[in-house]
């Protein structure tokens, strides 16, 4: 029940709506500037994404380089990002989750996941 006759204060739901909109904006960017990695092959292979999955950085260890089956070192390399990009969405629903659900559970907010 709406207390004082049942319209709601238009000035208090816009106020609630903007408020989200800066939490959520400045989630975002802390996303974007968050750094998680991802390794495959026991560390021979690591990549390093942003929260908000921008491939940072690709180390390769030297052992993982065989000039004859550079095939396996392939599959190392898509692994390792994969395995950061998943670190990454789960950054994003701890980050982004709450925000989303409080503006109506996330369905249908352009860019989130979730």
Do not use: C, W, Y
């Not at 021979?44 to 260890?61: F, K, M, P, W, Y």
């Not at 692994?79 to 109506?104: F, I, R």
């Amino acid at each position: 029940m709406i207390p004082g006759g049942g319209q709601p204060n238009m000035q208090q739901l816009l106020q609630q709506a903007q408020k989200m909109q800066q939490d959520l904006a400045r989630a975002q960017e802390e996303l974007a500037n968050t750094e998680v990695d991802g390794q495959a092959g026991g560390g021979l292979v690591q990549a390093t994404v942003t929260g908000s999955g921008e491939l940072r950085a690709l180390r390769i260890d030297p052992k993982a380089v065989d000039p004859d089956d550079t095939e396996t070192l392939a599959d190392l390399i898509v692994a390792a990002v994969h395995a950061a990009n998943e670190n990454a969405q789960t950054l994003q629903q701890q980050k982004l989750g709450p925000l989303a659900q409080g503006l109506g559970g996330g369905s249908g907010i352009p860019g989130l996941p979730f």
